[in-house]
């Protein structure tokens, strides 16, 4: 049986004539550049999040660059964040010329730890930027917290947690500003690049939203410097078509996970850890095991998808050699990088391929361990 890591072919067929109806519409009415559909869709995203206010965007990097941009920090400053995430989160610190400064994660939920933050505050820091990272909300309490008591911002990457919740609150709208991506893989996925600025502060929704025109306003008057860093309409009109099936889609994620919640609760596998007061979109499952790069060939073998989000924490990523980190910095995010295995939970998927997957861990499991892992 083969089950990829994720198929959005399966998906798009399920929402294909609606999808050409809409792309349809925009070819004929040929605004391409911002227009209705891009603030149609803004209104749907706050809507939805619980924010006020939305600003759709290039991609999810260039939301959490916009949103640096927008707070005014750069040079000399400093920004918190986790080392365990895609390269992005702390590649737009350092672009605006600010330090990323990590962080170490909590070992059940792979987010950043509130408690290890507040040593590493200085009277640089400016901001906190958490991740959701597969599709869960960090600790934001703590955060939060901590950020009013440094007077600091809190900016939200919530690229891989579209419809989460934190104690009822939506993913992104609990910081200053939250950021999301509609990268295809994400689990509201455009046909190219798009992403989302959501915030509760309008003076900093409108600060975006002239920013992303090269700071114009009005037109060919320019009070800052911004870029071109506009969503397109096409992108917003195909995104609103699949938000109205995102809930759907949420729910089957869900469902795919208590599947092997249950089923995995006999082998010697650690599933993923949801906090009781958080409620998971699932952008990926995680599990973590001790033979992680044994069994990800075995799988490849037996045409079960998978992927290791991520096989090196960024403090250790040649790039941020001057950063002056060492191996041994932060151990839980060194220890999840070598034991996480992301296996397949797209919300297309049969529960025979769920039982597959797991019949495939259960039968890698029983093998002796190899040499090559003995040693
Ligand atoms: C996908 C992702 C991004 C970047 O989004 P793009 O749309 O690919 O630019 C940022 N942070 C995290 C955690 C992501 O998963």
């Not at 519409?25 to 995203?45: N, T």
Request: net charge negative.
């Amino acid at each position: 049986m083969k089950v990829p890591l994720l198929d959005l072919k399966l998906q798009f067929s399920t929402i294909e004539g609606e999808i050409r109806a809409a792309i349809d519409e925009l070819l004929q009415s040929q605004r391409f550049i911002l227009g209705p559909a891009v603030s149609d869709f803004e209104k749907e995203i706050a809507g939805y999040c619980g924010a006020e206010h939305a600003v759709g965007v290039s991609s999810g990097t260039d939301a959490i660059l916009i949103s640096l941009m927008a707070l005014g920090i750069g040079a000399g400053d400093e920004v918190i964040t986790t080392p365990y995430t895609f390269f992005s989160t702390a590649g737009c610190i350092s672009r605006v010329g600010a330090r990323p400064v990590f962080v170490d994660i909590d070992a059940r939920t792979f987010n950043i730890n509130p408690e290890r933050i507040e040593t590493a505050i200085t009277e640089k820091t400016r901001a906190i930027l958490p991740v959701h990272l597969f599709g869960q909300c960090a600790e934001m309490e703590g955060i939060l917290e901590l950020a009013a008591k440094h007077d600091i911002r809190v900016i939200e990457d919530a690229a891989q947690a579209i419809g989460a919740k934190y104690k009822g609150r939506g993913a992104g709208t609990m910081g200053n500003l939250g950021c999301f991506s509609f990268f295809p893989s994400k689990n509201l996925g455009g046909f190219g690049d798009g992403g989302m600025v959501v915030t509760n502060d309008a003076a900093l929704a409108e600060k975006i939203a002239v920013l992303r025109t090269h700071g114009s306003k009005p037109k060919y008057f320019h009070s800052m410097i911004g870029g071109n860093f506009r969503l397109d309409a096409i992108q917003a009109a195909i995104l609103r078509v699949k938000l109205s099936h995102l809930d759907a889609w949420t729910e089957k994620r869900r469902q795919n996970a208590s599947v092997y919640d249950q089923l995995l609760k006999e082998l010697p596998v650690v599933t993923p850890h949801i906090e009781e007061y958080n409620f998971s979109i699932f952008n990926q499952y995680v599990i973590r095991v001790q033979r992680r790069d044994e069994l990800m060939s075995f799988l490849k073998e037996k045409e079960v998808g998978c992927a290791i989000y991520y096989p090196l924490p960024l403090d250790l990523q040649r790039c941020y050699e001057h950063l002056g980190y060492r191996k041994g910095d932060f151990p839980e995010s060194e220890r999840a990088a070598a034991e996480s295995l992301s296996i397949p939970v797209f919300p297309e998927l049969t529960e025979e391929q769920l039982r597959y997957v797991v019949e495939q861990i259960g039968l890698f499991l029983q093998r002796e361990p190899s040499h090559s892992a003995a040693k």
